[in-house]
């Protein structure tokens, strides 16, 4: 069955950049959606991002929060989706989660978390001076 692996948190200051990594294993469907996910202590969880492949047409999503500093992008060869984060806030600072669903987005807005079956373990990002 299909696993979600992350990898690439860690602290980081202000205006720096991390990339996070999603490795799936038992994934060869070509129509799903990827999402990225994450929370802060004592707060729900939050949408960040999400790519849908629909057969051949692939659609990507991203919050207002980082519109413009985040980025989604896959390796298929390796069967990894990237979250590359630039230009970090403190705010943006929480444990980030991948999560993966059969269905594909038919909306201008991601799923919500309820509709993801498999999730990754979850990587800590903290932004601090």
């Known amino acids: 069955q299909l696993q979600l692996v992350e990898s690439g948190g860690g602290l980081v200051q202000p205006g720096g950049s991390l990339r996070l990594a999603c490795a799936a294993s038992?994934?060869?469907?070509?129509?799903?959606?990827i999402a990225w996910f994450r929370q802060a202590p004592g707060k729900e969880r939050e949408g960040v991002s999400c790519?849908?492949?629909?057969?051949?047409?692939?659609?990507?999503i991203y919050s207002d929060s980082v519109k413009g500093r985040f980025t989604i992008s896959r390796d298929n060869a390796e069967n990894t989706i990237y979250l590359q984060m630039n230009n970090l806030k403190p705010e943006d600072t929480a444990v980030y989660y991948c999560?993966?669903?059969?269905?594909?987005?038919?909306?201008?807005?991601?799923?919500?978390?309820?509709?993801?079956?498999?999730w990754g373990q979850g990587a800590q990002v903290t932004v601090s001076s």
């Open positions: 999560a993966y669903d059969r269905s594909v987005v038919a909306s201008p807005q991601c799923p919500g978390s309820t509709l993801y079956k498999y």
């Open positions: 038992g994934f060869s469907s070509p129509y799903y959606t």
């Open positions: 790519f849908s492949l629909n057969g051949a047409r692939t659609r990507t």
